[in-house]
């Protein structure tokens, strides 16, 4: 780059508002409140720190999948190297919160997928901030006289990202977390040109009434940021009976255990599908042959010794939605614990709870799954884990010993990079022959890997 065209040009300037649209757990290390709390500022309130964005953004716009110069990507973004390096051009404020909701501790637990049962000392909890949060954003961009036009095609694709929803922020993003979008009423995006008298004063001000916009010609123009081999998934299922994810009120005068909600939505949450999905991928690779690494390689994977200390950790590629559900109807129903010696009620065993129960109107849409960097083999494994969960052969959530959780396929659409999408429709014996053959491809694939 030459020295005497890097001299500052002008800037862009993004003001605006994003909204979370499924739970956010920002993590701050410590345990007071919950097993994970969530970040707070100096007035108890949430935020979204600077890093948090900027890190994702940087990780989204690689020189791996867009067709920049590296050098002046590695300028953009600022780097450090040989004891030299380069402040980056791109400058965020911390995204402080305007909205609130609620913030609530939500429960997990560690299971052993060969047993099916949670794992002594498996159980844990975690604070989380409930959708509908709105946080107020702020991004600086300088360029240069030599750089302005790559400097505004970033600034492009950066509002792309935002507005089209596709990156994730915080914690538990592979089970649904931390999606979000822009509030499009509220965002401005500038190009201050500072050759230009106007946007100097503009600039210095603060005062943007009579600042047009930036042209949405330059707006549209974008690098690509789509993840190579993108395998996705987007089913809509029918509720067979009934169905309870557990959250255990506080109240004396409610039930045991109820649905678990989200405002005042029942939802699917990610963490429970994706650890449906897992626990029946490694049956199905068990049953093949004995390949651990496959699905570690898919689902990732924490090891942890006999002190309980972290040893290794890898994040996984398997991406599933929380699936805000139908206001089903939930029913208040009790049970007892019987001891089978004697046929007769456990002392003290009485216990209630209160499941959603099937509306034959209404169904379970948008559960989406996604693998970018997907091979063909790990595609016909989560094909084969959506024929199971489509046959009503794989069940979610608990209490599946009497039945609850089970689902039916009714249509799902299935991507596959740019490649036209395939349709299945519930009756799959009508399934066009070379949709069969295709998809048959992909599980012949995974077939070959796994099998000794």
């Keep these: 780059m ?143 006289s030599s750089n302005q036009n790559f400097v505004k095609k970033m600034a492009a694709t950066i509002y792309g990202l935002l507005k089209n929803g596709t990156i994730r922020l915080g914690g538990k993003t592979n089970s649904g977390f931390g999606k979000f979008s822009l509030i499009e009423a509220q965002t401005q995006i500038y190009d201050f040109d500072f050759s230009n008298k106007k946007d100097v004063y503009y600039w210095l001000t603060g005062n943007l009434a009579n600042k047009k916009t930036m042209d949405m010609a330059l707006l549209n123009n974008r690098f690509k940021t789509t993840s190579a081999n993108l395998f996705r998934i987007n089913a809509t299922l029918d509720l067979k009976n009934s169905l309870i994810i557990r959250s255990y009120p506080g109240d004396p005068e409610m039930p045991d255990a109820v649905h678990i909600k989200s405002g005042n939505d029942p939802v699917l949450t990610g963490t429970s599908l994706k650890g449906a999905i897992r626990a029946r991928a490694e049956r ?31 994040k996984g590629k398997v991406r599933v939605n929380e699936t805000v559900m139908p206001r089903f109807i939930a029913e208040l129903q009790s049970r007892i614990k019987i001891d089978r010696f004697t046929g007769g009620t456990i002392e003290s065993a009485l216990f209630d709870s209160m499941p959603l129960f099937i509306n034959k109107n209404k ?90």
């Design 284 to 314: 199905i690779v068990n049953t093949i042959g004995q390949s651990d690494e496959f699905i570690k390689n898919l689902f990732g994977y924490v090891e942890i010794d006999e002190n309980d200390k972290l040893e290794r950790a890898r």
């Design 363 to 452: 169904k379970v849409r948008n559960i989406i799954i996604e693998v970018p960097k997907c091979s063909n083999a790990q595609a016909g494994l989560l094909l084969l884990v959506l024929k199971d969960l489509w046959r009503g052969d794989l069940a979610v959530g608990g209490e599946k010993n009497v039945g609850r959780g089970v689902f039916k396929g009714f249509q799902a659409t299935i991507k596959w990079n740019d490649e036209k999408p395939i349709i299945l429709e519930e009756n799959l014996s009508q399934t066009a022959p070379e949709t069969k053959e295709k998809l048959q491809g992909f599980v012949d694939a995974f077939v070959k890997e796994v099998r000794p």
């Design 2 to 144: 030459n020295p005497k065209n890097s001299k500052r040009a002008g800037k862009i300037l993004l003001q605006g508002q994003i909204k979370t649209t499924s739970p956010l757990h920002i993590g701050c290390g410590s345990d007071e409140r919950s097993d994970m709390d969530i970040l707070l500022d100096s007035n108890d309130r949430p935020y979204i720190p600077a890093t948090a964005l900027i890190g994702i953004l940087r990780h989204r716009i690689t020189p791996d999948n867009s067709d920049f110069d590296k050098e002046i990507y590695y300028e953009f973004w600022g780097f450090t190297k040989d004891n030299k390096g380069k402040q980056s051009a791109l400058k965020c404020s911390d995204l402080l919160i305007i909205t609130e909701s609620p913030r609530l501790i939500r429960d997990g637990i560690r299971i052993n997928h060969k047993t099916g049962m949670v794992y002594d000392k498996g159980k844990y909890d975690y604070e989380i901030l409930e959708r509908g949060a709105a946080f107020k954003l702020n991004l600086e961009i300088d360029y240069s």
